[in-house]
């Protein structure tokens, strides 16, 4: 069955700007969960949605945000766009996440802020 | 706040066994402990999972000690295509929290 879909793959803004990233689940999984990756921070996982429900949060400002549609496709949007959000952030599906279910991560959408 | 802790790198010989620790003593009695791997350009991809027993798989072994406060990914015989970042992550009810990763480095 076909992966787990990020779009766009890359994306440049400037500074101020907002942005809107979408990921598309595997069929069947209900639980999609978004990261941040940087060379500096490594993974840092941003938030968890659950039957389009936020279920986990981590340690991001309320600039960061997402939502989760009745299909599980997931977005998350970031306002205000700063020079350290430069990042690679990536979508992973699973079903509930249980502990016991794995995740599959997309491939990522790079985000450039300049 | 990471609860997992992992060294920052570690170099092996191809065709050799690798053994890839990983350190939580704040793991909690209901966390998973997971492993992915992330190669150059791509999202991590699963490696294994365990709870309390040992677990193989084709890829690996996870060697999960008794008091589960840390963990070994077990690579049997190392190739050149298992040159990645490997992450020990804790999954539970609380969410998922990821080490930095163990920059696994492979010698022909």
């Known amino acids: 069955k076909a992966g787990v879909t990020q779009t766009p793959r890359y994306l440049i803004k400037t500074r101020g700007q907002q942005v809107t990233l979408s990921c598309s689940p595997i069929?069947?999984?209900?639980?999609v969960s978004w990261y941040q990756q940087t060379p500096g921070q490594g993974l840092q996982f941003l938030f968890e949605?659950?039957?389009?429900?936020?279920?986990n949060k981590g340690n991001f400002p309320g600039r960061f945000s997402g939502r989760q549609f009745s299909n599980s496709r997931s977005e998350m949007n970031v306002s205000t766009l700063e020079l350290g959000d430069s990042a690679l952030y990536l979508c992973?599906?699973?079903?509930?996440?249980?502990?016991?279910?794995?995740?599959?991560f997309g491939p990522g959408t790079r985000l450039t802020v300049l | 706040d990471a609860k997992t802790t992992q060294p920052n790198s570690m170099e092996s010989n191809e065709e050799e066994p690798v053994h890839l620790p990983c350190n939580h003593s704040?793991?909690?009695?209901?966390?998973?402990i997971h492993w992915y791997r992330q190669l150059p350009s791509q999202g991590p991809e699963y490696v294994i999972h365990?709870?309390?027993s040992n677990v193989n798989n084709r890829m690996a072994s996870l060697a999960i000690a008794e008091d589960r406060k840390s963990s070994t990914l077990i690579l049997h015989r190392a190739t050149l295509r298992d040159a990645a970042v490997y992450y020990c992550?804790?999954?539970?009810?609380?969410?998922?929290?990821f080490g930095k990763g163990t920059h696994l480095i492979i010698q022909p």
């Open positions: 992973a599906s699973s079903r509930p996440v249980g502990g016991g279910d794995t995740q599959y």
């Open positions: 069929s069947g999984h209900r639980s």
């Open positions: 949605y659950f039957s389009e429900t936020q279920r």
């Open positions: 704040t793991i909690s009695g209901t966390d998973y």
């Open positions: 365990g709870l309390t």
């Open positions: 992550i804790l999954i539970g009810a609380d969410g998922l929290t």
